[in-house]
């Protein structure tokens, strides 16, 4: 599956954006989808998750700011992300695979595909 990531930008301290996933290829409706991050400097981390089922899991750094969601006629999944602040910059890239479990969410090595990123920058 090929996916495209979108909706980055520079936004102010305390400010939202909403990202978008949109796969190609094949329907998302059977895979889990997740949303990483990397910070220059720093290792890619996990931010959120969404299960088949539409069960959410979400990094300590983000809960309760960040919502992941999907719309699967559009095939599309989302990540809100509101009251951001300047350590939210990074590159964020949506991730999938095939025969993903879903206590292996958070382990970037357990994906295959993957979307190729969209700069948030956020502004102090």
């Known amino acids: 599956v090929q996916l495209q990531a979108s909706g980055g930008g520079l936004v102010q301290a305390g400010g939202s954006l909403r990202l978008s996933c949109t796969a190609s290829?094949?329907?998302?409706?059977?895979?889990?989808m997740t949303w990483f991050r990397q910070a220059p400097g720093k290792e890619r981390e996990f931010v959120a998750a969404?299960?088949?089922?539409?069960?959410?899991y979400y990094s300590e750094l983000v809960k309760g700011w960040f919502t992941i969601s999907r719309d699967n006629a559009k095939n599309t999944v989302y990540l809100q992300m509101n009251s951001l602040k300047p350590e939210d910059t990074a590159v964020y890239y949506c991730?999938?695979?095939?025969?993903?479990?879903?206590?292996?969410?958070?382990?970037?090595?357990?994906?295959?595909?993957w979307g190729q990123g969209t700069q948030v920058t956020v502004s102090s």
């Open positions: 991730a999938t695979s095939a025969g993903l479990i879903i206590s292996s969410l958070r382990l970037e090595n357990q994906y295959n595909s």
């Open positions: 969404i299960t088949r089922s539409r069960s959410e």
């Open positions: 290829g094949r329907s998302l409706s059977s895979y889990h």
